[in-house]
């Protein structure tokens, strides 16, 4: 395990005063440090960025923009509250959603011709999640009760998060 690099007087000058304006990344390039160490520091600096920094970092989209996330996906800016879970959405879930209703506990869609891109309604298939992992063959040779407790933990985790999400 690494040892921590002391913060010098140097970057922490910088920091205080770079902070309400400049973006942790920007920073963390600039010293040479880790995105996570240059927000904890802040954090117990106790650093607020100016108020026109957070409107423009977390508010910059219009709604209804349509983007591809880190995975490739196609979401859809739907809320202006700053937290990403909330403010973008799915696109091919909201299509299938206006059309057919939301999607049950359980379930999740999948594009039949394994293309992201393709999002016509025709393409989404709704499966459960059990349907999927026997589909994908992933658990096809472990024992009955090893399985079981894979989907277990996938539920509790499942739920975990989402009481997690509700108290935010």
């Known amino acids: 395990m690494g040892t ?15 902070w309400p304006k400049i973006s942790a990344i920007i920073i963390a ?4 440090r880790h995105v996570s160490t240059v927000r ?15 409107i423009y970092n977390h508010q910059r989209k219009e ?5 591809k996330n880190r995975h490739s996906m196609w979401v859809r800016k739907i ?6 879970r909330r403010d973008w959405a799915y696109e091919h879930r909201r299509l299938w959603e206006e059309k057919h209703g939301e999607i049950p506990c359980g379930h999740m869609l999948i594009f039949k011709d394994g293309d992201h891109d393709n999002l016509s309604i025709d393409n989404f298939e709704l499966i459960s999640r059990k349907d999927f992992i026997i589909r994908h ?3 096809k040779n472990y024992p009955k009760e090893l399985l079981e407790t894979i ?3 996938g539920w509790f ?11 935010q």
């Open 63 to 67: 709604i209804g923009h349509l983007k």
């Open 40 to 54: 904890s520091k802040a954090n117990d600096l106790g650093l607020k960025h100016d108020d026109d920094f957070e």
């Open 29 to 32: 390039r600039k010293i040479g």
């Open 79 to 84: 809320n202006n509250t700053g937290l990403y």
């Open 157 to 167: 985790k499942r739920k975990l998060r989402e009481r997690i999400e509700s108290e």
């Open 151 to 153: 989907f277990t933990l």
């Open 4 to 18: 921590k690099r002391k913060w010098s007087q140097e970057e922490l000058d910088y920091l205080t005063e770079a």
């Open 137 to 139: 063959n992933i658990h």
